[in-house]
Nanobody, 124 residues
């Protein structure tokens, strides 16, 4: 079992930056693929970025390419989402998710463990 806790959300002006952290406990999750998803009010949860277990291979949504970067520090059992040049449309609750497997997917149903989420609000 893996427990995930996100942090780093907050209120930021458009054009600003935030770094989200996802810390895992329960066991090491260096071999687990990890993804970030987000959900805005009244919308479905959408994929943001994911990083493969055992390597630094990543994928990201077109809407965040060139602005968001996912990375991991296995020594700290932590995955990060660096968000730059934030836009008001990035406003959402951001969730970290992990799956039992090293391959990365963009579908929420492929992930087994979820954090509680952290709110990101970008003002115009």
């Amino acid at each position: 079992q893996v427990q995930l806790v996100e942090s780093g959300g907050g209120l930021v002006q458009a054009g600003g930056s935030l770094r989200l952290s996802c810390v895992a406990s329960g066991r090491t999750f260096s071999r687990n693929a990890v993804g970030w998803f987000r959900q805005a009010p009244g919308k479905e949860r959408e994929f943001v970025a994911a990083i493969r277990g055992t390597s630094d291979s990543t994928i990201s949504a077109d809407s965040v390419k060139g602005r968001f970067t996912i990375s991991r520090d296995n020594a700290k059992n932590t995955v990060y989402l660096q968000m730059n040049r934030l836009k008001p449309e990035d406003t959402a609750v951001y969730y970290c998710a992990a799956r039992e497997g090293t391959l990365i997917y963009s579908f929420p149903t492929q992930y087994d463990y979820w954090g509680q989420g952290t709110q990101v609000t970008v003002s115009s």
